[in-house]
Structure formats: C-alpha cells, structure tokens
C-alpha cells in the first residue's frame, strides 16, 4: 500500500513527539505534553481512521455473505463487466474474503458520458447529477436513452459513503432507495449511482415555497406509513441496520409519490450499533443521544416522531423563527396535544382542513409516544406501523 502525502507528513510528525519524548527530563515539558498529544493524534488518523481508499474501504465495509448472497442475489449483476481491481475488499480475522458484488461497479469516464460531464444537476443540488444507464442492465448509456438515474459525486471517498454502500447491500425493500453502483477508478473521487426520484423529497413539500399543489392527508399518511415499513425491515432484518438520519429531507418520492428512505450516510450496520457515533440532524435528535453519544433503533423511532409532527403541522423540526423554548417542534407541540380542539390550531393550513380531525389527533398521540424522552416508553416500528395504518384505513 502505498503512502500519500498526508500520511508521509503523520509519519514525521510522530517521529518529532518520539524524539521529544525521549529527552533526559524526568517529568515531561509542556512542550512535551504537546508534541505527546499530536503524536497520538495522528496515529489515530494513520492506523485507525480511513485515510486512504484502499485502507478505508478495508476496515469499513463489512458484508455477510451468508446472508448477503442469498438475500440480493437479484441484484447481483455480469461480473464480466467489472475490473477486479474496483471490488471492494472487506477486512476479517478470519478469512480473507471480498463484498458480494450487488452492485454494478461503473467506469468514471462512462458516468461522465452518462451525466454529458456531470451538466444537470438534480434538483437543484450541488453535487447530485442527472445520468442515463440501459433500464435492463444499468449499464451507462448515452444521454435521453434508457432510464434516468441520480448520480451523486463525492470529491474524495468519505466514511458516509462507504457506509452508504455497507448498509444499502443488506437492504432490498421497496421502501428504501435503491443503490445502482458506484465508482472509485479516479481516486479520491467517488460516484454513487441511485435510481431517480421524481418527486424530490418529503421536505420539499412541507416546507417549499414553489409546490403548486400541497400534499393531501391522504398522501401524507401513505408516506409515513412507507417509511415506518421501511425502518420496521431495517430494525428486524437479520443484518440489521439503524438509519441514524430520519428526516423529512431523506424521504424521497417517486413518480407515483411512494416514499423511498435515504441519506445513510450514517447508517450504522453489525457490530458498529451502540458504539458511540456522530449522527442525526439538529432538531430530530434523540435526547438521550447527547448523554450516550449511541444511536439505537429507539433514536430512529424518536426521529421518525418528530417527522410526523411535521407532517401534522407543516412546521420545520427546529425553526430560529419560532420563540427560544418554542424552537423545537417538539417541545412547540406538545402543549397542543390534550384534546382535538388544541390540536386543530397547529394543523397545516395548506389542508385546509381536508382530514378527519380524530385520525389527525390519533397521529398525534402516536407521535408524542414516539419522541418520549425515556426511549422506554417509545412504541416499536411494528406498533407504530400497526396504529398508522389503522389511522389510514378508518379515516381515508
């Protein structure tokens, strides 16, 4: 493996903390104290972090082949079409083994064709293209022929992305995006190709100024309740894996509106769940979070709540606008919670009161069960998907 430039400079930073340390005082200098303190930083960065793509995508993906195998093999692709030298390998102490090839591994030049070099962008994104790949082997096509697919650039091979390709080749749902491929040939840069969304996300809806028409009741109950589902199956899979990023902006919508879950590049998978983890988005973080630095399934839930307050309200998760204690939807609701009467105070206007009131109050009470503050007394992806779709079928 060979080194690159940061890390030939970690090597000879620690080499000055060594020698410092090894002067003829008996108690160590300041100075000392210092040079200690980079030195171990950056052995952290070197042997322990991802720093380079090779040593990265080493330690971080890790895949079951047992079950792997099995469960995706239907998306498994060709594998004459790939370049054995862009799989991704997996570390194991017992084996040497390589992650099941689910995904279509692209050229970068062929991507670049594919998007006529990255020239539309996706809804308005910065860094999310509009491409064309054949809608029978998503292989690259050239522009208007086959289907159209999102094509995300990443500058450098990041840890969100390979955790996006970790926790997406456990998953097959229709609730959840679906990851085409990837490309890593032109390192450090990194493309990961999705299927397209039509619609843009949730969010959009709820808080954009331009939607010519708001989502109706009805719609809005379908899409909460498909990505309850989806998290249902990523909670109880036997690979499973915590989203850690629920919100309405990862919420994407198809043509049809059907709602598809994203954004995990966060995710946690296997034994990475309850180690302590940067995640979540202010405003739909689990409380308990900021004590245990841990994210479980209990914090998917707790997020997922604060996305049907939304859907509720039409209010943002957190909003500068609204009065200091009141910032938090959370916290802004919850007094409007006793009775029916409060609640329709703080119903989105934009439905113009085309609900049924009592299915609207029985959201509600769901949601505030979902973002108690003892995730004990927060009800399971199954009881809140069993009390959604009860809501939906009575009052429809």
């Known amino acids: 493996m060979y080194l690159t430039t940061r890390e030939v400079l970690d090597i000879i930073l620690v080499g000055i903390g060594w020698n410092c340390l090894r002067g003829k005082h008996k108690y160590p200098t300041c100075m000392q104290y210092i040079f200690l303190a980079c030195a171990s930083y950056f052995l952290l960065q070197l042997f322990l972090f991802p720093v380079g793509l090779n040593y990265t995508v080493t330690h971080v993906l890790e895949i079951d082949h047992a079950h792997g195998d099995s469960k995706l093999s239907s998306n498994i692709k060709d594998s004459s079409r790939r370049n054995a030298d862009d799989s991704l390998p997996v570390d194991n102490k017992d084996s040497t083994r390589t992650v099941p090839k689910l995904f279509e591994v692209y050229k970068f030049d062929d991507l670049e064709v594919a998007t006529q070099n990255f020239s539309f962008l996706c809804h308005g994104s910065r860094d999310l293209f509009i491409g064309w790949v054949d809608k029978n082997t998503f292989t690259p096509s050239l522009w208007g022929m086959g289907i159209e697919v999102a094509v995300k650039w990443y500058s450098e091979l990041q840890p969100k992305c390979l955790r996006v390709v970790n926790a997406l ?187 049924s009131l009592e299915g609207a109050f029985e959201c509600a009470k769901l949601a505030a069960r979902c973002v108690a503050e003892d995730p004990k007394d927060r009800p399971s992806c199954e009881e809140v998907l069993r009390g959604l779709e009860q809501i939906y079928a009575v009052n429809k």
């Open 169 to 355: 080749g456990r998953l097959s749902h229709p609730n959840i995006i679906r990851l085409l491929g990837y490309s890593i040939d032109k390192q450090p840069q990194c493309l990961l190709v999705y299927e397209y969304m039509q619609q843009q996300n949730f969010g959009h809806f709820l808080f954009g100024e331009d939607v010519g028409r708001p989502l109706s009741w009805e719609r809005r109950l379908l899409i909460i309740i498909g990505v309850v589902r989806g998290l249902a199956y990523m909670h109880s899979s036997i690979n499973e894996v915590i989203h850690c990023d629920v919100k309405s902006s990862n919420i994407f919508l198809d043509k049809d509106f059907n709602a598809k879950l994203g954004g995990f590049g966060r995710a946690l998978v296997g034994r990475d769940i309850g180690n302590p983890h940067v995640a979540g988005t202010f405003g739909y973080l689990d409380p308990t979070y900021i004590f245990t630095h841990c994210f479980t399934a209990w914090s998917d839930i707790y997020s997922f709540g604060v996305v049907m307050l939304e859907t509720l309200t039409g209010q943002r998760a957190y909003d500068m606008k609204r009065l200091n204690h009141d910032r938090y939807l959370t916290k802004w609701a919850s007094s409007f919670f006793a009775d029916t009467i409060k609640l329709k105070k703080i119903m989105d206007p934009r439905l113009e009161q085309n609900y």
